[in-house]
């Protein structure tokens, strides 16, 4: 099984600038729908590809998905991205286009803080 090589901290760091410019707004080419988040995002491993050639299971960000939420289709959706617990999915269902960005980038500032943290103790030889 092939894994996702790319840097963690890179991915995310792309993606809040993806999202920060714009990269969910409606699409020219499907205005009727709503863009998925990481699934309509270059970092996800199978986009423009709709034959998912990438099982999710290799992608880094299968890393903040719940265990038990790990077998679902598309499993990214069931990322936390609030302290509450609430998903990506749980916000398609209840929240606005605005919600869901504002608690993605939020969640994206978070964990690019928390990794480059955990980086710069490595560095130091902190545990």
Same mark, same amino acid.
């Given at each position: 099984? #092939? *894994?996702?090589?790319?840097?963690? &901290?890179? !991915?995310?760091?792309?993606?809040?600038?993806?999202?920060?410019?714009?990269?969910?707004g409606? +699409?020219?080419?499907?205005? @009727? /729908?709503?863009?998925? !988040?990481?699934?309509?995002?270059?970092?996800?491993?199978?986009?423009?590809? +709709? =034959?998912?050639?990438?099982?999710?299971?290799?992608?880094?960000?299968?890393?903040?998905?719940?265990?038990?939420?790990?077998?679902?289709?598309?499993p990214?959706? $069931? %990322?936390?991205?609030?302290?509450? =617990?609430?998903?990506?999915?749980?916000?398609? /269902?209840? =929240? *606005? $286009?605005?919600?869901?960005?504002? #608690? &993605? #980038?939020? @969640? &994206?500032?978070?964990? %690019?803080? /928390? %990794?480059? $943290?955990? /980086?710069?103790?490595? #560095?130091?030889? !902190?545990?």
């Open positions: 099984m #092939a *894994t996702d090589n790319r840097d963690i &901290l890179e !991915v995310l760091q792309f993606e809040l600038k993806f999202l920060e410019d714009g990269g969910y409606r +699409s020219p080419r499907t205005p @009727w /729908r709503a863009p998925a !988040v990481f699934e309509d995002s270059p970092t996800c491993l199978n986009f423009s590809n +709709s =034959g998912r050639p990438h099982p999710c299971d290799e992608c880094l960000l299968m890393r903040f998905v719940p265990k038990e939420q790990r077998g679902k289709e598309i990214c959706r $069931q %990322i936390p991205l609030k302290a509450s =617990g609430e998903t990506i999915d749980d916000l398609y /269902r209840s =929240g *606005t $286009q605005n919600e869901m960005e504002q #608690a &993605l #980038a939020e @969640w &994206l500032r978070t964990q %690019i803080q /928390r %990794i480059q $943290q955990e /980086r710069q103790r490595a #560095a130091q030889g !902190v545990a």
